[in-house]
């Protein structure tokens, strides 16, 4: 995989079940969002995913359908990506920096279901989304109950109606408080589900009064992920 210089203009790909964002992101954080897929030549690449990630690859997205494949590749571009990364997991590291390097629990409600928590820094991503006994729904990763059944774009109905949206908060909040990992006090729910239905973040703080729950720092963009690849960027090359 190819190094690049972190002074230099970014640009992260952002990957969804509902399309793809581009956002370029320049040295002092001011980003610039273009609609759909561009890859200015000469500037480095970077692509955050839903799904497994492994050496620069996508084992595993189930709500894309890509198993195995280089996500530069499939996106049709001629060169690979400087760094590829988990959608979740970029998205807290940007909110974790737009913060100020706060720790925090992540939730990201799209077409599925998207969690981390952020500690020093370093984030541990993949939670929350799979997290079982939710309901008798098989998910998208062929399991039975996973919190996606309940809470995901994919499986709730469209429009969601405003009565089904305490049902979402309790479930968020079950598996935040089942989830060893989800230390830090502060919980951040977003995503394109919290954004047209930013009630939910009210909902879920009021089904977890003893922590602190916000909305996304990151406005204008899809997620925070722009800012989250640039951190994994500047730690890979400080390493």
């Given at each position: 995989?190819?190094?690049?210089?972190?002074?230099?203009?970014?640009?992260?790909?952002?990957?969804?079940g509902?399309?793809?964002?581009?956002?370029?992101?320049?040295?002092?954080?001011?980003?610039?969002?273009?609609?759909?897929?561009?890859?200015?030549?000469?500037l480095?690449?970077?692509?955050?995913?839903?799904?497994i990630?492994?050496?620069?690859?996508?084992?595993?997205?189930?709500?894309l359908?890509?198993?195995?494949?280089?996500?530069?590749?499939?996106?049709?571009?001629?060169?690979?990506?400087?760094?590829?990364g988990?959608?979740?997991?970029?998205?807290?590291?940007?909110?974790?920096?737009?913060?100020?390097?706060?720790?925090?629990?992540?939730?990201?409600?799209?077409?599925?279901?998207?969690?981390?928590?952020?500690?020093?820094?370093?984030?541990?991503?993949?939670?929350?989304?799979?997290?079982?006994?939710?309901?008798?729904?098989?998910?998208?990763c062929?399991?039975t109950?996973?919190?996606e059944?309940?809470?995901?774009?994919?499986?709730?109905?469209?429009?969601?109606?405003?009565?089904?949206?305490?049902?979402?908060?309790?479930?968020?909040?079950?598996?935040?408080?089942?989830?060893?990992a989800?230390?830090?006090?502060?919980?951040?729910?977003?995503?394109?589900?919290?954004?047209?239905?930013?009630?939910?973040?009210?909902?879920l703080?009021?089904?977890?009064?003893?922590?602190?729950v916000?909305?996304?720092?990151?406005?204008?963009t899809?997620?925070?992920?722009?800012?989250?690849?640039?951190?994994?960027?500047?730690?890979?090359?400080?390493?």
């Amino acid at each position: 995989m190819s190094t690049a210089s972190p002074t230099t203009q970014l640009v992260c790909v952002e990957i969804g079940g509902g399309g793809v964002e581009t956002v370029l992101l320049d040295e002092d954080g001011t980003a610039t969002r273009l609609d759909g897929l561009a890859a200015p030549a000469g500037l480095p690449l970077l692509i955050a995913v839903p799904g497994i990630i492994e050496d620069g690859r996508v084992v595993i997205a189930s709500n894309l359908g890509w198993y195995d494949v280089d996500p530069a590749a499939q996106l049709g571009l001629p060169a690979p990506a400087a760094l590829v990364g988990n959608d979740a997991e970029t998205a807290a590291l940007g909110e974790s920096a737009l913060r100020g390097g706060t720790d925090l629990v992540f939730l990201g409600l799209g077409t599925g279901v998207g969690g981390a928590v952020v500690v020093d820094g370093a984030a541990t991503c993949n939670l929350f989304a799979h997290h079982p006994g939710f309901s008798d729904r098989t998910c998208t990763c062929t399991r039975t109950g996973c919190l996606e059944t309940v809470a995901a774009g994919w499986a709730l109905p469209d429009p969601l109606p405003d009565a089904d949206l305490p049902t979402v908060a309790r479930a968020l909040a079950r598996a935040v408080e089942a989830e060893p990992a989800a230390v830090p006090d502060l919980v951040v729910l977003a995503g394109g589900l919290t954004a047209r239905h930013p009630s939910l973040v009210t909902l879920l703080a009021a089904e977890l009064p003893h922590r602190t729950v916000e909305g996304t720092a990151a406005h204008g963009t899809k997620s925070a992920a722009a800012w989250g690849l640039r951190h994994l960027l500047l730690s890979r090359t400080h390493a």
